[in-house]
């Protein structure tokens, strides 16, 4: 397992995925858009607009999920010394960042048409506007400095400090009054098959069977998230390697570039 | 499913939502791919290039060395 601390070793694996993944990532999406957009019902309480949910959830996911691979990164990255972490953290913070964006926006524009406003301010809404600022905060003081190297460390620390938002975000939706749906998926943990039922996600004589199975979704809506969940995710680790390809030639030229400024 | 191709384009009337919501999300992830590809070939061009600067930098150095 330690050979894929050396970072060039971690690449040429890495790399030798990246087909693999882009020939699992087009069927998956091309999947997911098909059962999403044409092959799904309606909502019985929502009717068509319960199709943003297939790439809303998907990408509100994939933001948290960059945001603890960016914490990791930089935990590493602070505890062991290990450059890595901090590239991996670099990379993963951009992707994060778009995903936090585009769950915002398709947020807002699924509110409007089932709950009357683009925008409310309640716990749910603003823990995951703060995960946006988090990304951006992180990338101003990843790049702030004119010697990269010096913003690694302050970057760090506020990835890792700012991963007591990530719970926030998860429970902000049981703790709190809010517009907002329960979790979609795992609704069950928290809350009766009753709760879950009254999510508004599906039609009620299939609630009850489907909260009893674990989810609050009909299988006919099950498929098209899950497709976008894996398509998203693989899409995810695409960027990743892609990004982190950039990240480490940006380091070598910059250790080059100083070489040759001492010699 | 749908009765036909404008009725998939109406979204039972919530089109203008649902079609900016997916134009936004896709717009937005092309973007991200196109950015970090277009990152990295700018930076390994920067490297072949400071590579290659240096290789003619160090050649007649080394030579001028060895006719010594």
């Known amino acids: 397992m330690h050979r894929f601390a050396n970072p060039s070793q971690f690449m040429r694996v890495a790399e030798a995925m990246l087909p693999w993944m882009v020939a699992l990532c087009i069927p998956l999406m091309a999947a997911g858009l098909y059962f999403g957009l044409w092959a799904s019902p309606a909502d019985y309480q929502q009717s068509e607009t319960v199709r943003i949910m297939y790439i809303h959830v998907p990408s509100a996911f994939l933001a948290q999920g960059a945001y603890i691979v960016m914490a990791l990164g930089s935990a590493s990255f602070l505890i062991w010394k290990h450059p890595l972490g901090d590239l991996i953290a670099r990379a993963a913070a951009p992707i994060g960042c778009i995903f936090a964006l585009i769950c915002l926006v398709t947020g807002s524009l699924w509110g409007k048409p089932t709950w009357g406003t683009y925008w409310v301010w309640d716990a749910r809404l603003t823990s995951m506007l703060i995960l946006f600022f988090l990304f951006l905060g992180y990338l101003a003081l990843a790049n702030a400095f004119d010697d990269p190297a010096r913003g690694d460390k302050p970057a760090a620390i506020l990835a890792v400090v700012g991963i007591v938002n990530i719970p926030i975000i998860k429970f902000s939706v049981y703790f709190f009054n809010t517009l907002h749906q329960k979790s979609t998926l795992f609704g069950d943990l928290f809350s009766s098959g009753e709760e879950a039922g009254a999510s508004g996600l599906q039609q009620p004589d299939i609630a009850a069977a489907a909260a009893q199975q674990g989810s609050a979704l009909p299988p006919s809506m099950l498929l098209p998230l899950m497709l976008m969940l894996a398509a998203f995710s693989v899409f995810f680790l695409i960027l990743l390697v892609l990004r982190l390809r950039g990240e480490l030639a940006t380091v070598r030229l910059r250790a080059l570039r100083a070489g040759l400024r001492a010699g | ?68």
């Not at chain 2, 896709?26 to 600067?53: C, D, H, N, P, Y």
């Open chain 2, 1 to 68: 499913m749908f009765d036909s191709f404008g009725d998939f384009l109406a979204m039972g009337g919530y089109g203008p939502y649902i079609w900016a919501s997916y134009g936004l999300c896709f717009g937005g992830m092309v973007i991200l791919l196109i950015q970090s590809i277009l990152t990295w070939k700018k930076r390994r061009s920067e490297l072949e290039q400071l590579e290659a600067s240096r290789a003619r930098q160090s050649t007649p150095a080394a030579r001028s060395k060895e006719t010594q």
